[in-house]
């Protein structure tokens, strides 16, 4: 049974810092393409940051600099360090996994993922 469960998303103020973490079960994370996606009210699930079997990295231009992608292949867990986090940040965020195409270059495309979490939410406000 494949499993993905998100943790970490809390309320913070603007310049805070969270740190989301992906439980993956079922697969082989290891081996597949992840990534992490988030959807505010009204407007379309957008591409945060992706990661391929071989650690390629690709992220967002509006988050690049600030997060950061890392994973833990023993504890089968895909993690997003969110550093100064800005009110336009806020949202719904979303793992997803596409053990098919572990090799192919990171996609931060919501098209390109078999699985999804069922989300934790991001709220940055003053």
């Known amino acids: 049974q494949v499993q993905l469960v998100e943790f970490g998303g809390d309320s913070v103020q603007p310049g805070g810092s969270l740190r989301l973490s992906c439980v993956a079960s079922?697969?082989?994370?290891?081996?597949?393409?992840m990534g992490w996606f988030r959807q505010a009210p009204g407007q379309e699930r957008e591409g945060v940051a992706a990661i391929n079997r071989y650690a390629t990295t690709d992220y967002a231009d509006s988050v690049e600099a600030r997060f950061a992608l890392s994973k833990d292949n023993v504890r089968g867990t895909l993690y997003l360090q969110m550093d100064n986090l800005r009110p336009e940040d806020t949202a719904m965020y979303y793992c997803a996994a596409d053990p098919a195409m572990g090799g192919a270059y990171p996609s931060r495309q919501p098209s390109a993922y078999t699985y999804w979490g069922q989300g934790t939410q991001v709220t940055v406000s003053s």
């Open positions: 079922g697969f082989a994370d290891s081996s597949s393409r």
